[in-house]
Structures are given as C-alpha cells and as structure tokens.
C-alpha cells in the first residue's frame, strides 16, 4: 500500500546537509506491515519501513527505514538507507548509509557517506566519499 502525502519537498538552503536532513516533506510511504512488489516510478520523497520486492526509479528521495527492506534495485535522486538491501543503489545527487544499514550490491552516486558500523558488501563508485558518526540522539 502507497499512501499519498503531500507535495514534494528538498531542501536547497545547504548542500553539505546530512541527505536525511535535505527531505523536509514525503509524498508516500509503505508501512512496516506492508510490502510491495512491482516497480515504484515518479516524483516525490518515500519512506519504506516495510518490505519491496522490486526496481524503483524515483525524481525525489528514497528512504528506507531500519525495519525495511529492499530486494530489487533502486535509483533516486537521494538515497538514505537504514534497512537492508539487496540490489544495486543509484543516486543521482547523495547516498548515505546509516548504522544500521546493510547492502549487498553496487553503490553509485556522486557522493557516499557511510556511518560507522554501516555494512556493504559490493563495489562502490563515487567522485566523494565520507564517513561520519551520527551525534544527535
């Protein structure tokens, strides 16, 4: 199930945000009891907390919650992982990976930032890469 939000909403005022940061606003979300198979096309911000089997290909951000997963490759403009994957992740602008993230696949964007303790298992190509520590609670 896909729920309907509101408008799309990135904030512009710095671009040196944490990408979680940059989404001010979602357009849908698929809950923790949920899962969706097939492809997720369009515009908008989506917070995934449940189960996707499938490709998506999103102008907007993709957010996938620690309760989500993801079996399936994903492109967006910013891509926040907290759940697992599995597949190949595409950003077109950011790309982070909390603590609790987990992918096995290939990581794309321009940049990459990976908390301590996040998990990859695959290639990564990027043109920036961070690493950082989460200091709010």
């Known amino acids: 199930m896909i729920r309907i939000l509101g408008a799309m909403m990135l904030s512009t005022k710095n671009k040196n945000r944490r ?7 979602l357009n849908g979300a698929i809950g923790t009891d949920s899962t969706f198979e097939g492809k ?6 989506y ?9 998506c290909d999103l102008q907007g951000a993709l957010m996938l919650d620690k309760s989500g ?7 967006a403009d910013i891509v926040v992982i907290a ?13 982070e990976v909390s ?16 908390e301590n303790g996040a998990v990859h298992d695959g290639e990564m190509h990027m043109s920036q890469t961070y690493q950082f520590e989460d200091k709010r609670s």
């Open 83 to 95: 759940g697992h994957v599995n597949g190949s992740v595409v950003a077109r602008k950011q790309l």
């Open 69 to 75: 997963s993801w079996s399936g490759n994903i492109v």
């Open 40 to 45: 997720l096309h369009g515009k908008g911000n």
């Open 99 to 114: 603590r609790t993230g987990h992918v096995q696949g290939r990581l794309t964007a321009p940049v990459i930032a990976l």
């Open 47 to 55: 917070k995934v907390a449940g189960s996707v089997i499938g490709d």
């Open 19 to 25: 990408a979680v940061d940059q989404v001010t606003e």
